[in-house]
């Protein structure tokens, strides 16, 4: 992201004629930039060492001042703040370590925690921070910049059918507004983490978001205002086709399209709350009389879901998920036993300090879960206020039924791996996941969100017995060698894939869809 608008997007689709650019130029004082002579291996080790050494120079000349480094996301920053705090305490006497001030910022860092970079202290500070430092803040003291030149971003492969949290490379505009934060109020240094000839093959700029994230929001939105055809329609910046193609798949597996193509009345209804597709067909089976035992638990698990929407948990550290509140096959259920918890709580400051929790997520899921209830309450339902005596079982099964319709993944016994049913990918559970050590592992799982780094990790994991996916989704799932009825009548045998354990269930739609990301039909 940069604060400098790409102006010549807007230019090129309302036209010259119709459009001006007016340039406002900010004053920037100097700001030096130092680069490596060599790539390096781990960007996290060269910025605690180059944080240290800038430290030690800076005392040594007179020279204090703020230091700001930037990071890609909540852990790098953790694993960098406790880094240079253990060099700090290794080297220098207590009387000096005390001279330093190393705070994290990021999004999800309570509001209290976050105010501290802006305390006026005679130590000097050292503010590990995400791209929330670039331009949704400005922090005052600022002389010293550390950037490795890396972001975490959300994309989506239109080819796998799975969105993910990837750390790439900034742009070069990204990298400049990085810089430009040590010369707000006086000459600066920035010290990028890589050679300058690294910086000459950056992008001018990322993507536009549209180009990167999943769009099943974006179509079902245009479908509902009468535009049949999204992939036709004029967009800012055309999304690629395949997202496109695998967002009309996805609307059609929680039938929300006919085979046509058409919005269908569950359609309608998805597209009038304000959730993704996936989490909106969780409300809608909220209101079937099946699951109206479970309304409000439900409604409060996919507030949590909606305030997590990178799917970690509300635990600071992934560690301390292993205590009263956890559910031993599911990671979402154990965040809807905080969250229940956390909605009881007078004091919830203490509440989340003395358990290790993100106050600010737990917040926004309450926000959330309010917004949720105000919105049902227009279904003139009454509803019964959820507790944690909620019924597990059938919380989980309408979850699996929620959820399997696009992000399930099955254990082959064979190969002890984990493939989606969506595209046959493999995948790996995440350390934080309460499943991780699990033994025996799950045959099946349920989850919220996949995150890719040198593998390719799912998180927000629910276990469930794979049998029960033809009850739960039985217009996607079979349980055995059947005559299945397709789209338009046509009739097809379908075979079932046999484990050594047990019959395995398969994913009947993505390989038979008439609007499958392959095909070169109508859509």
Known sequence: MSA???ADILLAYFGKEHTKIINVPGRMYRVDVFYLRNAVDDYIEAAIQTAFQLLLWATSKKKESDMLVFLPGQEEISIF?????KRLESILEKTKKDNFLILPLYAALPRAEQEKIFVKTSKIKVIGATTIAETS??????????DPGLVK???????TGLESLEITSASRAQSEQRRGRAGREAPGFCYRLYPESQFEQLLERRPPDIQQTELSSVVLRLLAL???RPQDFDYLTKPPRSALLRALETLYALQALDAQGSLTQKGQLLAELPLAPLFG???LLAREEQYSSIADPLLALVATLSANDDARSFFLHSSSNNNAFADPGSDLLTDLNVFLTFLKEVNTNDFCHANGLR????????YAYQQLRAIDKKHQRTIIPATLDYDRDLLLNCLVAGLATVQTAIRDHQKRIYTTLRGQHQVFLHPSSILHARNPPPDALVFASCVSTNKRYIRGLSAFSPDRLPDLVPHLYISSSSLVVMPGGKKQLQHHKISPQKKRPKAVMFNHLPISAS???AW
Request: net charge positive; charged share 15%; hydrophobic share 40%.
């Open 81 to 85: 703040c406790a880094g240079l705090q």
């Open 153 to 159: 971003c959300r994309r989506f492969c239109g080819q």
């Open 359 to 366: 106050r600010s997520a737990l917040q926004a899921a309450r």
């Open 4 to 6: 400098t608008m790409d």
């Open 226 to 228: 009468g535009i049949s």
């Open 519 to 521: 095909s070169s039909g």
């Open 281 to 283: 067909n969780l409300i």
């Open 137 to 146: 803040i400005t922090i005052p003291g600022i002389r010293y910049i550390i």
